[in-house]
């Protein structure tokens, strides 16, 4: 079992949002997919192609930024913090059905309660995961055109050329609102949120970690005796 370096204590004041494994993840998917979105956008479009000039080398850099985009979570599969969150992500609660409501009819500050990830974060991800299995399918084809039927590569370019667009669009949204909440963006570069923002932001999540003791586990995840419900198996 795989298990990330112990971080040191902080601030009561602090709660522990993620590990160093769940950061390491998030980081490293987030570079392949914005080293895969920009070499798209220089091989799709001419006046930023002609900046580069070297398309071969673009090509590659593409090529590899896409097949590489499920390796980082495959290796997290083996922290059980990172184990952990995809099971909240997997599961939509009661409260994210009223939360998803409030957010589409009064905007996401008005949406109410939130475990550890909104309705909203698990939605993203699910979509963003499942097209990425998608992008790399179709991406494969393309890359390797001779083990492909012409109507099936003509089909794949569709679905990989506009589901592209769709994700560069969402990933763009995603930085967006990142920008606007510099402590999600601490908690992300660090590990730890300010126990406010967290009862602000995600109450559910901060009333379930000011219940429970710190788990010894350095992945971060509690022990199924004490993990809350959503993260029991």
Known sequence: MLRPRTEPARHPDELRRFTVAERWVHRTTATLMIVAILSAAFLYLPQ???LVGRRRLL???????????????A????????????????????EDRGWAWRAVRHGTRHAGPAGKFNAGQKLYAAFVAGATLVMVGTGLVLWFPHLAA???????????DWLALVIGILVLGHLRMAFKDPEARHGMRTGWVGRSWAKREHPLWAREQS???EPADPGGAASPETAPPDERN
């Open 48 to 50: 930023l192609a002609e």
């Open 59 to 73: 090509v590659t850099v593409h090529e590899w930024s896409g097949v590489l985009l499920p390796l980082p979570l």
């Open 75 to 94: 290796v997290g599969l083996g922290f059980r913090s990172v184990r952990a969150d995809i099971r909240r992500l997997n599961r939509f609660r009661p």
């Open 150 to 160: 012409l109507d099936v590569r003509t089909g794949a370019t569709f679905v990989h």
């Open 211 to 213: 219940a429970e003791p």
